[in-house]
């Protein structure tokens, strides 16, 4: 079963005030600004997935990152979900209760797209594995806070820009 995965891409724009002050700027400071709010609002839709988890499922949660990159042709972008970002947690330790490998960074896809039934190569059963749509439900009633602190973040530091733009000038 092949499954496609598109990411919903947004363009910041259509807030006058904020259009007004990033074309203002020169490029580097602009690029802080947007940044700057990608980073917030991409952290926010990582913890708002997170959310979405049960406590049970803790190596799900810490496989839930976001990330901010300058891609080619010097755009800014940002993604959140599973397995994004820097993995800051040691590698865990192996279950001898249980079999299996568990769910990490390598194998959150079947946590949260599911599995069809699956077999051994020896023809074994292993059952499958239900989908957990964890970032769908997340992103689908977080959407409008996310581009809020998306926002929020790019005003604050183009304030902070402005500011230390007065400061040089005074000198």
């Known amino acids: 079963m092949a499954r496609s995965s598109q990411s919903t891409i947004r363009l910041l724009t259509g807030d006058k005030e904020l259009d007004a002050r990033l074309l203002e700027l020169k490029e580097g400071p602009a690029?802080?600004?947007v940044r700057a709010g990608l980073n917030k609002g991409s952290r926010l839709a990582a913890k708002l997935i997170k959310r979405q988890i049960p406590a049970k499922y803790k190596s799900v949660r810490a496989a839930i990152g976001s990330s901010v990159k300058k891609a080619k042709g010097?755009?800014?972008k940002s993604k959140a979900?599973?397995?994004?970002g820097k993995s800051r947690r040691k590698k865990a330790p192996r279950r001898s209760s249980r079999g299996g490998v568990g769910i990490s960074r390598?194998?959150?896809h079947w946590f949260l797209l599911g599995?069809?039934?699956?077999?051994t190569q020896s023809g074994a059963?292993?059952?499958?594995?239900?989908?957990?749509?964890?970032?769908?439900?997340?992103?689908?009633?977080?959407v409008?806070?996310?581009?809020?602190?998306i926002k929020e973040g790019a005003l604050s530091q183009l304030q902070k820009e402005i500011a230390k733009l007065a400061r040089k000038r005074k000198r």
Do not use: L, Q, Y
């Open 74 to 76: 010097g755009i800014t």
């Open 106 to 108: 390598n194998n959150i």
């Open 81 to 84: 979900g599973a397995a994004v």
């Open 31 to 33: 690029n802080r600004a």
């Open 125 to 142: 059963d292993r059952g499958r594995m239900p989908a957990f749509p964890a970032v769908k439900t997340a992103m689908a009633g977080g």
């Open 115 to 119: 599995t069809e039934p699956r077999t």
């Open 144 to 149: 409008h806070e996310v581009t809020a602190a």
